[in-house]
């Protein structure tokens, strides 16, 4: 039985070939593009980071953040919020911050508060990669719905910024479990 494809008939397994190249294409087009757009960003963002930790930014911040536990859990979701709209990437704010900040808490005894700061961090970094404009998730999506990242950010700003002083509120309401 010959099948039809675009006006031109084949074999069975001619067809089945056709579709399996096609296929195979459109797979390293895709993974192509997520290497270019997606995981130089990760990359980045990870440089960045590292740039921040490298000139003692990251451990100034660290020490002020132990000192206030209210500057501290107001700090580290919006710290990592900032960081992850300005790189794109909502995991290496929140790595970075992990391994750079909670150590001081946890050599001081205030574990709990290093697993509370650790938890408001990832959602703070989880916010502002979503609302950034060189996210991983806003290449997706305006590619899918046509659109300016610009555009997809205003839609979306407002629930998010409801969502980190949600974060925020509750780490306020926690802060004390020592």
Known sequence: FPVTIMSVSYSRKQALSVHLSKLTAAFFDGMGYGFAKIISIIIAAGCFLAG????????????????????????????????AMM????????????????????QAGHIATAVLLGALAGFGASIGRTMSPVSAVMYFVSDLSASEPRELIRIVALPLLAALATVIMYGLEYRDWE
């Open 52 to 83: 921040l930790t490298k000139i003692g930014l990251i451990q100034s911040v660290s020490l002020m953040l132990l000192g206030d536990s209210t500057f501290a859990v107001v700090g580290s979701p919006v710290a990592t919020w900032l960081m």
């Open 87 to 106: 790189s794109g990437s909502g995991t290496a704010p929140a790595v970075s911050f992990a391994q750079a900040v909670l150590p001081t808490f946890v």
